[in-house]
């Protein structure tokens, strides 16, 4: 399975970004998606999720700002980002989820957002 994540780069405070990540796996559409950000030296965190039927999670840091969504037909999941902040610099990777957690090993190379002035 590759986990090919797109989209990042440079934004000012409040900007926005929407990335992408294109998965090459043969069953995409009942799994339930997760975008997940590693910030320097800090653990990776899962802050959105999104499941077979559309149902969404997000975490309390991102509510309201960052909308998850996702193209069974392109096997493609989404990541939209608005009114970011610093705290939102990271590298992002999107993975499947199982039980909560995530299900393949191999995260590929994310992508790397950096909010700055």
């Known amino acids: 399975v590759q986990l090919q994540a797109s989209g990042g780069g440079l934004v000012q405070p409040g900007g926005s970004l929407r990335l992408s990540c294109a998965v090459s796996a043969s069953i995409f559409s009942i799994y339930t998606w997760g975008w997940h950000r590693q910030a320097p030296g800090k653990q990776r965190e899962l802050v959105?999720?999104?499941?077979?039927?559309?149902?969404?999670t997000y975490h309390d840091s991102v509510k309201g700002r960052f909308t998850i969504s996702r193209d069974n037909a392109k096997k493609t999941v989404y990541l939209q980002m608005n009114s970011l902040n610093l705290e939102d610099t990271a590298v992002y990777y999107c993975?499947?989820?199982?039980?909560?957690?995530?299900?393949?090993?191999?995260w590929g190379q994310g992508t790397e957002v950096t909010v700055s002035s």
């Open positions: 959105a999720s999104i499941d077979n039927s559309g149902s969404t």
């Open positions: 993975n499947s989820l199982f039980g909560g957690k995530p299900r393949y090993d191999n």
